[in-house]
């Protein structure tokens, strides 16, 4: 069973960047498309970047665009989320899986920004 680990998150001000890293266990297949999604206090789960497709393609949502950058390590089976420009409203647990949430979910990595 894939296990996706998350880490890099952090407690940053209004303005900072943070560099998120994901990372998939025990598997020997190719993940194609995957995505970083989080979640705010009391509120559901979204999907805020994915990456896919032998050419890297990326989308963003409207809240992140210009802000975050989705990239990946197909050789280390990593998958990064630059954050720049962090605005409160970004504070969330981020999670990494694929577009179809087709992993068990992991621990996620805590993100607070202060503002």
């Known amino acids: 069973q894939v296990q996706l680990v998350e880490s890099g998150g952090g407690l940053v001000q209004a303005g900072g960047s943070l560099r998120l890293s994901c990372t998939a266990f025990?598997?020997?297949?190719?993940?194609?498309?995957m995505g970083w999604y989080r979640q705010a206090p009391g509120k559901q789960r979204e999907l805020v970047a994915t990456?896919?497709?032998?050419?890297?393609?990326?989308n963003y949502a409207d809240s992140v665009k210009g802000r975050f950058t989705i990239s990946r390590d197909n050789v280390k089976n990593t998958w990064n989320l630059q954050m720049n420009s962090l605005k409160p409203e970004d504070t969330g647990v981020y999670y990494c899986?694929?577009?179809?949430?087709?992993?068990?979910w992991g621990q996620g990595t805590q993100v607070t920004v202060s503002s």
């Open positions: 990456i896919n497709g032998a050419e890297g393609s990326t």
């Open positions: 025990r598997t020997i297949l190719r993940i194609n498309a």
């Open positions: 899986n694929t577009p179809r949430g087709s992993y068990s």
